[in-house]
């Protein structure tokens, strides 16, 4: 009952936080002070919200590099295809949690240019980078696709490591687990790919 009761006060305050702020683009948002207090009772922190923030767009191009290995066109080998299949299939819910999240607490989906640079996140490809690679095919595609996934689950991987430090939210922490575990398994069967085994 009491749990009942702090969810309906916490439901209740992002309601009336979020239509007493509207923001610049015609939408509402909330206050600082009052998101402040909502993650304050929810157990949520800043590195909790940045890595929601910044794991989205890094899942995001995951999923696309993933789509570039399922296009035909791109001719990838039965082993790229199977991992494309389960990087989109497991990251893709990941980022409707982590969205789910940040609308709960009333932050805003992506972090402050200001404070983050998108482009040098840990693992992120370049514009260039993701356009050479949609030009490969055959072989040449699966060996540049498994190594810039290597170098894109390995920067996931630091950010997970961070948060797992950093972070309160005991959900977080569990999906960043989650990203842990699951990414290096991948790693290390890409590695083996490479390898030729």
């Known amino acids: 009952m ?15 936080a979020s239509s007493a702020c509207g923001d610049d683009h015609g939408g509402h948002a909330m206050a600082p002070a009052a998101t402040n207090a909502v993650m304050k009772q929810l157990g949520v922190n800043g590195a909790d919200v940045t890595f929601a923030q910044m794991m989205i767009p890094h899942h995001e191009q995951a999923i696309e590099m993933a789509e570039l290995a399922l296009d035909p066109k791109a001719g990838a080998g039965a082993e790229v295809r199977a991992l494309a299949t389960a990087i989109r299939g497991a990251q893709d819910p990941e980022i409707t949690t982590m969205k789910g999240w940040l609308s709960s607490w009333g932050a805003p989906l ?37 190594e810039m996934m290597i170098r894109h689950h390995e920067g996931a991987i630091v ?18 687990g989650q990203v842990i575990a699951g990414q290096q398994a991948e790693i290390d069967q890409m590695r083996r790919l490479l390898a030729g085994g």
């Open 2 to 16: 009491i749990r009942r009761y702090v969810a309906a006060a916490i439901l209740s305050c992002l309601a009336l």
């Open 110 to 146: 992506a972090p402050d240019p200001a404070k983050h640079d998108m482009s040098k996140m840990q693992g992120m490809m370049s514009a260039d980078e993701m356009r050479a690679l949609g030009q490969q095919t055959g072989a040449a595609f699966d060996k540049r696709w498994l």
């Open 159 to 176: 950010m997970a490591k961070d948060v797992t430090s950093g972070g309160s939210f005991a959900s977080v922490k569990t999906l960043a």
